[in-house]
Structures are given as structure tokens and as C-alpha cells.
């Protein structure tokens, strides 16, 4: 089980501009994190839609974040590009079980119980927590 590369960028992402900590156009943001600047241009509208960055039209604009490194979790990117975050399609409102039984299957109980953990874990993880850490973006 993987997040997708389009999560991964979007991680990265909000790495660069909690690293840079001002405003950044999209090129060297792309540049910087290595994503190609029309797929940045697609995240970067994700990001903007959530809440998470800010944008800036005309010669003095870009991006740049809408909160402080330290109130953005990992949870918070994964969410902005995925959805709300569930461990199997059973959770998600729009879903129908294809068991014929009234009860709860016994396995969605479990993948609840996975996916909160899960949850709970990326929430824990702020970009100023990993930031800290070193390494790359």
C-alpha cells in the first residue's frame, strides 16, 4: 500500500515552501523539488483549494504557505490531495457493502481501527517536526 506520487509531490512541496519560508513561483518550486512544473501547477491548485498555500497573481507573485510549518501535518497534505483518508473503500460514504448481512462486517471494524491509527500517526507529524530533522526535501 502506497500513497500516490501525486501525495508525494504535494509532500514535497510543502517541504519547499516551509523550507524557503517566503514566496515562490511555481518554476523554481518545481525545480527545487524535482516535479515537473505542469504537475506542480495541478498540485499547487489542490493546495491552494485546501487552505494550506496562498497564491499571488502578477510579477511579484507565487506561493507561498497559508499556516505556520508547525500547524501543517503530513495528515493535512494527504488529505488536500486524497481525500479523507480511509484504509479501505468500506469507510467512504458513497459505499455500498456487497454483503448480503445486516451486521457490520467483522473486517471494517479492524480497517477502521488501522486507519485511525494511521491517521493519527501523519496528524503527529508537522513539517517544522520533520524540517528538524534534516536530510531533503
Not at 493546495?47 to 506561493?63: D, P
Not at 496528524?123 to 536530510?135: E, H, Q, R
Request: charged share 30%; hydrophobic share 35%.
Amino acid at each position: 500500500m502506497c500513497i500516490t506520487l501525486e501525495t508525494d509531490y504535494a509532500v514535497r512541496i510543502i517541504g519547499c515552501l516551509a523550507l524557503e519560508g517566503t514566496r515562490r513561483d511555481a518554476k523554481t518550486i518545481s525545480e527545487k523539488t524535482g516535479v515537473t512544473l505542469r504537475f506542480s501547477l495541478k498540485i499547487l491548485r489542490k493546495l491552494v483549494s485546501s487552505g494550506l498555500v496562498r497564491s499571488y497573481k502578477g510579477m511579484q507573485g507565487g506561493y507561498e504557505l497559508a499556516r505556520l510549518p508547525s500547524d501543517i501535518t503530513l495528515y493535512d497534505v494527504v488529505a488536500a490531495i486524497e481525500g479523507e483518508y480511509h484504509i479501505n473503500k468500506c469507510h467512504e460514504d458513497d459505499f455500498v457493502c456487497t454483503h448480503t448481512i445486516k451486521e457490520v462486517c467483522r473486517y471494517r471494524a479492524v480497517y477502521e481501527e488501522v486507519g485511525k491509527a494511521i491517521a493519527e500517526k501523519l496528524s503527529s507529524y508537522t513539517f517544522a517536526d520533520i524540517l528538524d530533522k534534516g536530510g531533503r526535501i
